[in-house]
């Protein structure tokens, strides 16, 4: 069974900086997107950057020029770098990755969440 565990959520301050982490345990299966998503309380889950297993990135306008998602594919790992961070972007933070398996076919998996907040 695949799982992505992800690290890094914590408490900052506005203006301060977090590097979440998310790695797929090992398995026969390629991976290809790798994604965050956030889900503030009481608001619907939204995606905030998104990588390819080429290296191509799509981010949420909310973060552009702050935050930047990285994949290291030799470690089945992705991260997501914050900067300059805002109390709106307070929420819990989810790593999902689109998987081919070659039992299952195509595998859309999620991490458990890891919570960011920021306030002062």
């Known amino acids: 069974q695949v799982q992505l565990v992800e690290s890094g959520g914590g408490l900052v301050q506005p203006g301060g900086s977090l590097r979440l982490s998310c790695e797929a345990s090992?398995?026969?299966?390629?991976?290809?997107?790798m994604a965050w998503y956030r889900q503030a309380p009481g608001k619907q889950r939204e995606s905030v950057a998104v990588?390819?297993?080429?290296?191509?990135?799509v981010y949420a306008d909310s973060v552009k020029g702050r935050f930047t998602i990285s994949r290291d594919n030799a470690e089945n790992t992705v991260y997501l770098q914050m900067n300059s961070l805002k109390p709106e972007d307070t929420a819990v933070y989810y790593c999902?990755?689109?998987?081919?398996?070659?039992?299952?076919?195509?595998?859309?998996?999620w991490g458990q969440g890891t919570l960011v907040t920021v306030s002062s």
């Open positions: 999902n990755a689109n998987l081919l398996s070659p039992t299952f076919g195509d595998l859309e998996v």
């Open positions: 090992r398995g026969l299966y390629r991976i290809n997107t």
């Open positions: 990588i390819t297993n080429g290296g191509s990135t």
